[in-house]
Nanobody
Framework: QVQLEESGGGSVQSEGSLTLSCTRS????????LAWFRQAPGKEREGIAV???????RYEDSVKGRFTITQDHAKKMLYLKMDSLKPEDTAMYYC??????????????????????????WGRGTLVTVCS
């Protein structure tokens, strides 16, 4: 059982910064792919950043150079530092986790090609609003 809880959302002016946190509680010996997704009103949930147990990271193009994903392995904490925020970054932000296998890189997609899910564990989300 993996439990995730996001925090740190809020309202910020355009070009401002915000850092989101995600607390992970689990009692397994496994390593995890840890990802940040976001969902804007009326849009699909999209993956924006992911990090694996080796701290290899990947970003969605629209956030590259502005957002930074990191983790604290000892504290089981995941972070997303967001700089140069834009109104189009307004969304509910979710952290997600899935067991990491070295034979299968962590991905930014919610669903697999076969229709299954790439991430089984989700937090409830934290709202980020960027005002112009």
């Amino acid at each position: 059982q993996v439990q995730l809880e996001e925090s740190g959302g809020g309202s910020v002016q355009s070009e401002g910064s915000l850092t989101l946190s995600c607390t992970r509680s689990d009692y397994t010996p496994w390593n995890y792919c840890l990802a940040w997704f976001r969902q804007a009103p009326g849009k699909e949930r999209e993956g924006i950043a992911v990090i694996d147990s080796d701290d290899t990271v990947r970003y969605e193009d629209s956030v590259k150079g502005r957002f930074t994903i990191t983790q604290d392995h000892a504290k089981k904490m995941l972070y997303l530092k967001m700089d140069s925020l834009k109104p189009e970054d307004t969304a509910m932000y979710y952290c997600a986790a899935e067991r990491f296998y070295r034979s299968r890189p962590c991905v930014l997609k919610r669903y697999a090609e076969d229709g299954g899910v790439n991430y089984s564990h989700w937090g409830r989300g934290t709202l980020v609003t960027v005002c112009s």
